[in-house]
């Protein structure tokens, strides 16, 4: 399991706390007012809306999981890889 960033923690506490105070119970974290979890559809309209707002290049939810999944990974593998050839120096 890969780590939540600190902010990435606040906001998924912040939609836990918000969809409790509505009385809003679902194992899952984004919700209508039914209690029911958006599908993908309604996920990717909802990413379009904004991508357009911002200007952001067009992409599927799977290409940004993919992309924000290998971005992570090569992350961690860039600093473990540091961590050993520093040591390595010592």
């Known amino acids: ?6 902010e ?7 939609v836990k706390f918000w969809n409790e105070r ?3 119970k679902s194992d899952f974290i ?7 979890n958006f599908n993908r559809q309604r996920i990717n309209t909802c990413l379009s809306s904004y991508r357009d707002k911002v200007n952001i290049i067009k992409k599927s939810s799977h290409k940004v ?6 971005n992570l990974l090569d ?3 860039n600093k473990n ?3 050993y050839l ?3 120096k010592n």
Do not use: G, K
């Open 8 to 14: 990435a923690l606040y906001i998924l506490t912040q």
């Open 86 to 88: 520093q040591d390595m």
């Open 30 to 36: 984004f919700l209508n007012e039914n209690s029911h």
């Open 65 to 70: 999981r993919r992309n924000v999944i290998s």
């Open 1 to 6: 399991m890969l780590p939540l960033t600190p």
């Open 22 to 24: 509505h009385n809003l």
């Open 81 to 83: 890889q540091f961590s």
């Open 75 to 77: 992350n961690l593998a």
